[in-house]
């Protein structure tokens, strides 16, 4: 599906590897909304590669509702969705105080990484179901959501992030079933070790003990290859019900 003069939904889109998708999408030609709880640096951003920021938290149906509507006000109705909004953090289950992990930090997690998605998806879908198609295969749109390779491999303290991030691949191929009938692609990508916000402040040394754990090439990903992947998902419209890793061959050691 080419994007160009398409509406599009980009969350976390202020920052990370929502912002690099955004980027992607209005080289190509798409109308795009940067959906972030965080609305100050999303309107920075809107600002300087050209979109509309749009405040949401993903996690409260009435954020999501409203900030679909206001997208839909200025841009039409969004043909593209790229759910990039994730929280990480690492706790143990049971920490060596012998005292066991804070439910809501799980939930928590939970509710932004896998739930948060599922709410945005839904919405999304509902909207595009709507339109007419887009071709004579009867194609109305196309989701692309944000899972990590800790879905597969989680490491010592990643039960709440590979949790949920196990949730959104597994959710994939059911989701690209479901919304068949309309005419609705769903793909994920599990990227490995990228150089994101979450990363940025770790040390030098860190970061490239880091990158040298993949097999090739030796270093963390570029925001930039995922913006690619995920404007190629929605390019290719053969790309459906699938979860692609995007890791530079790592395979998660247990830390």
């Not at 990370?16 to 951003?45: M, P, Q, S």
């Not at 932004?112 to 887009?134: H, Q």
Request: net charge neutral; glycine share 12%.
């Amino acid at each position: 599906m080419d994007p160009k003069g398409m509406a599009a939904v980009v969350t976390g889109g202020a920052s990370g590897l929502g912002r690099a998708t955004a980027i992607k999408l209005i080289e190509a030609g798409a109308k795009v909304a940067l959906f972030d709880r965080n609305v100050e640096l999303a309107e920075k951003t809107a600002k300087e590669i050209g979109a509309l920021a749009v405040e949401c938290e993903v996690t409260s149906e009435e954020s999501a509702v409203a900030a679909f509507a206001k997208a839909r006000d200025a841009h039409g109705i969004a043909r593209i969705c790229i759910n990039c909004a994730g929280l990480g953090g690492s706790r143990r289950i049971v920490d060596k105080e012998h005292k066991p992990m804070v439910l809501e930090h799980f939930r928590r997690v939970v509710e932004i990484c896998l739930i948060g998605t599922f709410n945005t998806l839904r919405l999304a879908a509902a909207d595009m179901s709507t339109l007419e198609p887009v071709n004579d295969e009867g194609q109305r749109g196309v989701v692309v959501n944000t899972a990590s390779v800790a879905g597969y491999e989680g490491q010592i303290g990643q039960s709440p992030y590979a949790s949920a991030k196990g949730g959104v691949i597994g959710l994939t191929l059911p989701a690209a079933r479901d919304l068949a009938s309309w005419g609705i692609r769903v793909c994920t990508i599990a990227p490995g070790i990228f150089y994101t916000p979450l990363l940025m402040g770790l040390p030098q040394d860190t970061l490239d003990m880091l990158g040298k754990q993949v097999p090739f090439p030796k270093r963390t990903g570029h925001d930039y290859e995922f913006g690619s992947l995920a404007l190629e998902i929605v390019r290719n419209d053969y790309l459906n019900g699938e979860t692609i890793r995007l890791d530079g061959a790592i395979r998660m050691g247990p830390r």
